[in-house]
T-cell receptor
Framework: KNQVEQSPQSLIILEGKNCTLQ??????????LRWYKQDTGRGPVSLTI?????NTKSNGRYTATLDADTKQSSLHITASQLSDSASYIC?????????????FGRGTQLTVWP | EADIYQTPRYLVIGTGKKITLECSQT?????MYWYQQDPGMELHLIHY???????EKGDLSSESTVSRIRTEHFPLTLESARPSHTSQYLC????????????FGPGTRLTVL
């Protein structure tokens, strides 16, 4: 079973609307959580990072939240644009190894329609 | 935009061919990684390196091999490609102690016929 689960698997919204993507994880011991944006045919690009003590982080129209007690995170996108169409991947890092092992979710495929 | 490059971006080859996927980064990062990603699935780590002359296998078993002779270069080689190797291959790098932020290259889409 994947230690990082994302929902929904896919989402279609109209341009200008808001949306929220969910991430639940079981990774322990927890180090940090990142949200990545991956455009089709490209590599993932980091949007936000949160450690155990941070419960919200913003990057422009992207706002991520973290509840380390319930092991849940969300990514809220405000006033969506066509360029937001991409896969959004939740990535959790543990602190139990020198490598800094990363656990990847399968992503939420977001499509923004005009 | 991260300074990490992969070539080729797309490759279509026949079964049994030997191929090398190139990955280079200009950030001076010690750690480098290779991931395999199939559509709609999570990234799987297949190889990583802590630095020059250091290579390790990742979580997903892979018939590929890697080398790290120079800090900036981390090529991946398949001695005899098969259709089961068809996938997207992503290279990444990170600095030591950088809270594990990995910077990804654009990927190579490999199709083996």
């Amino acid at each position: 079973k994947n230690q990082v689960e994302q929902s929904p698997q896919s989402l279609i919204i109209l341009e200008g609307k808001n949306c929220t993507l969910q991430c639940n994880y079981t990774v322990s011991p927890f180090s940090n959580l990142r949200w990545y944006k991956q455009d089709t045919g490209r590599g993932p690009v980091s949007l936000t990072i949160m450690t155990f003590s941070e419960n919200t982080k913003s990057n422009g129209r992207y706002t991520a939240t973290l509840d380390a007690d319930t092991k849940q995170s969300s990514l809220h996108i405000t006033a969506s644009q066509l360029s937001d169409s991409a896969s959004y991947i939740c990535v959790v890092s543990d602190r139990g190894s020198t490598l800094g092992r990363l656990y990847f979710g399968r992503g939420t495929q977001l499509t923004v329609w005009p | 935009e991260a300074d990490i490059y992969q070539t080729p971006r797309y490759l279509v080859i026949g079964t049994g061919k030997k191929i090398t996927l190139e990955c280079s980064q200009t950030m001076g990062h010690d750690k480098m990684y290779w991931y395999q990603q199939d559509p709609g699935m999570e990234l799987h780590l297949i190889h990583y390196s802590y630095g020059v002359n250091s290579t390790e296998k990742g979580d997903l078993s892979s018939e590929s091999t890697v080398s790290r002779i120079r800090t900036e270069h981390f090529p991946l080689t398949l001695e005899s490609a098969r259709p089961s190797h068809t996938s997207q291959y992503l290279c990444a790098s990170s600095a030591r102690g950088a809270r594990n932020e990995q910077f990804f290259g654009p990927g190579t889409r490999l199709t083996v016929l």
